[in-house]
């Protein structure tokens, strides 16, 4: 009884193993599944464990992560006739997974590469399309202002959006970029001389504002000069006036007393020559230091 039991049970579970996985199915995360029943599309299933109608079904599953794909290096024309190299790179995953599954293959790697070969015809269009609006200089220039490579980068992705949508090919664009810019050998030298010529602009047009600021310095410099000078000269005129008139005050009282003044002039002058305790072998008749000489007393009068 406990031999049949277990043989039971290993049959159920062998019978669990062989036959649970005609009736159930698991998704990923990073995938999303299309079940058909009888070739015909029935939902769309998101990742966890999902029910399926034994083989009258059919579990069809796609990576949903965002793919990358490099586009060739194609040329393009520019809106002013210049010839230009570009490669870009797209980041594209699967937005409906019916019509995908419709429009491309069951198998996922098929679908993938027919996606991408979708895509490399969605961005030639793009090329021709969005390129020809813009001149050269939006490209490449030695001014950042002109160069526009978001605008450009946002107009194509738009582009090849809207083309997506147009063909119904359940693709989403989740983001684009120019990868690479290239020229013709045929065109570089001109742009080298192109380039030449926008630098020399930039140059004259730096040096002619550098000779306007130094102009400018030099009159500023040239009439504070000016103005410091006549305040100078000014305040020059204000002291030697007051200095003069100090003087003719000072004359007026010599005028009264000029033994005295003199006397005063030279204790001044003695006082100049002895302030820095020098010793000075002078004759004591050079004035002032006759001052020094012991006076003998005038004689009295009888």
Same mark, same amino acid.
């Given at each position: ?164 949508? &147009?063909?119904?090919?359940? $693709?989403? @664009?989740?983001?684009? !970029?120019? +990868?690479?810019?290239? #020229?013709?050998?045929? *065109?570089? %030298? ?41 305040? &100078?000269?000014?305040?020059? $005129?204000? @002291?030697?006036?007051? !200095?003069? +008139?100090?003087?003719? #005050?000072?004359?007026? *009282?010599? %005028? ?41 007393? &005038?004689?009295?009068?009888?």
């Amino acid at each position: 009884m406990k031999r049949n039991s277990i043989i039971l049970a290993i049959g159920t579970l062998l019978l669990v193993i062989f036959v649970l996985p005609l009736f159930m199915f698991q998704v990923r995360s990073t995938e999303i599944a299309v079940v058909t029943t009888f070739g015909h599309f029935s939902r769309v299933a998101g990742p966890g464990p999902h029910f399926r109608w034994g083989p009258a079904q059919t579990v069809y599953k796609f990576d949903q992560r965002i793919h990358t794909y490099d586009s060739k290096l194609e040329q393009v024309f520019t809106s002013d006739h210049f010839n230009l190299l570009i490669q870009v790179y797209v980041g594209w995953n699967i937005s409906d997974p019916e019509t995908f599954l419709k429009r491309f293959s069951s198998d996922a790697e098929t679908g993938i590469e027919k996606a991408q070969e979708n895509l490399e015809g969605l961005i030639r269009n793009a090329y021709s399309g969005v390129v020809g609006r813009h001149t050269f200089s939006h490209f490449v220039s030695t001014d950042d202002k002109e160069l526009k490579f978001v605008e450009i980068e946002r107009e194509m992705q738009e582009r090849i959006q809207a083309d997506c949508r &147009a063909q119904t090919n359940g $693709l989403n @664009i989740s983001f684009l !970029g120019i +990868k690479r810019i290239g #020229l013709p050998e045929s *065109v570089t %030298k001109l742009v080298f001389e192109r380039m030449e010529s926008e630098r020399d602009v930039l140059v004259s047009k730096i040096r002619g504002e550098g000779e306007r600021l130094a102009s400018e310095i030099r009159s500023k410099a040239d009439s504070d000069s000016a103005r410091l000078l006549a305040e &100078a000269d000014a305040q020059a $005129l204000k @002291i030697q006036g007051e !200095g003069e +008139k100090e003087a003719a #005050l000072s004359f007026e *009282v010599f %005028k009264q007393e000029p033994q005295l003044a003199v006397l005063l002039l030279k204790f001044k002058a003695l006082e100049q020559f002895l302030q820095n305790r020098a010793t000075l072998i002078l004759d004591d008749k050079i004035s002032p230091l006759d001052q020094l000489r012991l006076q003998k007393p &005038a004689p009295e009068k009888k």
